[in-house]
DNA sequence: GCAGGAGTAAAACAAATGTTTAAATCATGC
DNA sequence: GCATGATTTAAACATTTGTTTTACTCCTGC
């Protein structure tokens, strides 16, 4: 966390996210703020009206950075499969939420949109149309690559689910897991191969979930 | 939620479950517990120490409930199926997370756990070992006996998570799933379908991960 | 009946915290 | 150089909130 002598604006914003990913914002005082960005609280009410604007420019900081820098199709090559592509896709998701690049993990602001899942403020429905919707039909678009036989998409989507699920879960309850099986606990340097677990296994239960729902007559 | 005239103490258990689950412990005020439950200020740190106190006292409650309720092999018939044990388990998470005689899903104190998850308070560590670890094992038994195959628990770990993970994500995420997806947002009338979603949707994973372990490289 | 403790109530206390005020300082254009 | 507006600061303000105090009520055992 370099101070460097940036403006005092952007000095908040960067404290501000660290602190509000880390207590919540209830928790987060508008005076911690202030010291660890050695600024004067009143800077704060100056330059973002009040708490709560301070909070939603923080929260679209974060989901465009972390969208724009890993997007759902990250490094794919070309023509890609859709088994390629849903690689990418966690991939893609893993190291967003985890990654120093990222929302560094439960350390930074991937606790931040996790608290937003349990309990989402008024600025995030804004981050819902913009961001995750269109996340949500890419991935459904990859399943229903996957499993090939026309399928009504609400069939697909709580594959959708269980994939993001997966994934969220990681972030979201990183530090049980830490203290259930510290081995697989998201960390820095382990991304690539919890990635490539949830991605084997996700295939699985595409293929188990396929195989209930592709009974109809169409098949020749 | 029925204000029988029971004890003051019962009172401000019940009615302090509830509000610590909706709005977590910070933003929960004793006032407003006192006022939901009728009850003096006062009567609160009388009863139970502080706020803190009142709060442990609780989660120590909603565990035991939970898990005394809906173990982990729930309504199983004598001598189950590896298959049947995993889905026990995995309709016992919903039930035990979602329900109303269980936590209530997200209008409850599921919620409570999902914030435990996230940032877990000094009281939820004593949870872990009375409740969450011998839960894990469970897990990892059932996954061991489908697998069949002789297998390092440490390679079947990633398999629980996964599940758990499931599970656990329709619940902290249910505000959200319900604005993606709202057929799929968890409620007292599709538990079962969620469950065995999730059920299947896991033995396809299982057997995924069990391929790449027993015949090593390649993958699909 | 009543002494004594348990339970409850109203009010006060003290600390935390978001916000505002008013003055001081800085930067920029002329 | 200076006037003007933007920025920063210290202090004050107002509210919320956990906790404590103190007095009152109710019940139980004798």
């Known amino acids: 966390m370099d101070e460097q002598p940036a403006s005092t604006k952007e000095r908040i914003l960067a404290v501000a996210g660290d602190i509000f ?20 609280v009143a800077a704060i009410n100056y330059h973002f009206r009040d708490k709560e604007s301070l909070y939603a420019a923080i929260l679209e900081e974060v989901f465009r950075t972390g969208f724009t820098r890993f997007p759902g199709d990250m490094g ?27 929302w560094g993990g439960l350390a930074g602001r991937g606790r931040l949109i996790a608290r937003e899942l349990l309990s989402p403020s008024p600025a995030f429905e804004a981050m819902l149309d913009r961001y995750i919707k269109p996340h949500r039909d890419l991935l459904v678009d990859i399943i229903a690559d996957i499993v090939a036989a026309p399928c009504p998409r609400e069939k697909l989507l709580p594959c959708a ?60």
Chains 1, 2 share one sequence.
Request: aromatic content about 8%.
């Open 76 to 102: 794919l090559p070309p023509q890609p499969s859709p088994q390629q592509r849903l690689r990418a896709f966690v991939r893609a998701m893993f190291y967003r939420l985890q990654s120093r690049e990222g």
């Open 161 to 220: 689910i269980s994939i993001i699920g997966q994934c969220i879960y990681y972030a979201v309850a990183a530090p049980v897991i830490g203290l259930i099986s510290p081995v697989n606990a998201p960390n820095e340097h382990n991304l690539d191969r919890l990635a490539e677990f949830v991605w084997v296994f996700s295939l699985g239960g595409i293929a188990a979930v396929s195989a209930t729902i592709t009974t109809p007559k169409e098949t020749p």
């Open 21 to 40: 990913g880390e207590k919540g914002f209830k928790d987060t005082t508008i005076r911690l703020i202030a010291e660890r960005a050695r600024v004067n």
